[in-house]
């Protein structure tokens, strides 16, 4: 059974510093590995997706690495903004005999100070 | 356009009352999904449909009966639901079911009460 988590749970930063969350999985038989933002009581917004060939993808400020034998993956946020703080979680698909599967991570709580 | 629309926004039922949350994309996915998300926790996979078939059911409860009536369309008919059945109910879509570049998109969710 495949199984996400992400480190750390939560974490508060002055606005400006650079930031790195990480999203580990147990089976590295991944089509891809999405990264989602959800703030409060919302939907989720895809910010990134690296296929399982890549090793990292770009978009503004973030940037997310992919290590598919080790199980891991970062994603990178430059320069943050209070405007940051939500919550990421990271998704990994895997595909089912009889469908499609998205396993999400545990989450991880980003506030940014003014 | 990478919207996917949910209704309604909030719904309060009772334990006898029947509802039902619709979903809706136009961007011509033919994969689309139902996902439960407690409070403070990630989203849990409850149905997929791929080309209006149901693909996957994560061994969800029958009271739950998911309907995708055409490729734009998918419904959560709800019956009987208990107070723990309380959450956020995520729609997302998907060009398809294979490959690796398939990205899931999601839509605003739907916060269910029930009491």
């Known amino acids: 059974k495949q199984e996400v988590t992400q480190i750390p749970a939560a974490l508060s930063v002055p606005e400006g510093e650079n930031l790195v969350l990480n999203c580990s999985f147990t089976d590295s038989a991944i089509y891809n590995l999405q990264w989602f933002r959800q703030d409060p009581g919302k939907g989720l917004t895809s910010l990134l997706l690296?296929?399982?060939?890549?090793r990292e993808q770009t978009s503004g400020r973030l940037n997310a690495s992919l290590d598919k034998s080790s199980g891991r993956s970062t994603l990178y946020i430059a320069a943050s903004q209070p405007g940051d703080s939500a919550t990421y979680l990271c998704a990994v698909r895997r595909q089912k005999s009889s469908g499609d599967k998205l396993t999400f991570g545990t989450g991880t709580r980003l506030a940014v100070r003014p | 356009d990478t919207e996917v629309t949910q209704t309604p926004k909030h719904l309060v039922m009772g334990m006898t009352n029947k509802k039902s949350l619709k979903c809706e994309q136009h961007?011509?996915?033919?994969?689309m999904y139902w996902y439960k998300q407690k409070a403070k926790k990630p989203p849990e996979l409850m149905f997929v449909y791929s080309y209006e078939k149901l693909s996957i059911n994560e061994s969800v409860p029958s009271r739950f009966s998911p309907e995708c009536p055409n490729s734009s369309l998918l419904n959560l008919h709800l019956h009987a639901l208990q107070p723990e059945d309380s959450a956020l109910y995520l729609c997302?879509?998907?060009?398809?079911?294979?490959?690796?570049?398939?990205?899931?998109?999601f839509g605003p969710g739907t916060r269910l009460t029930v009491l």
């Open positions: 961007m011509g996915h033919r994969a």
């Open positions: 997302a879509s998907s060009a398809t079911t294979g490959g690796s570049r398939n990205e899931q998109f």
């Open positions: 690296i296929q399982s060939s890549q």
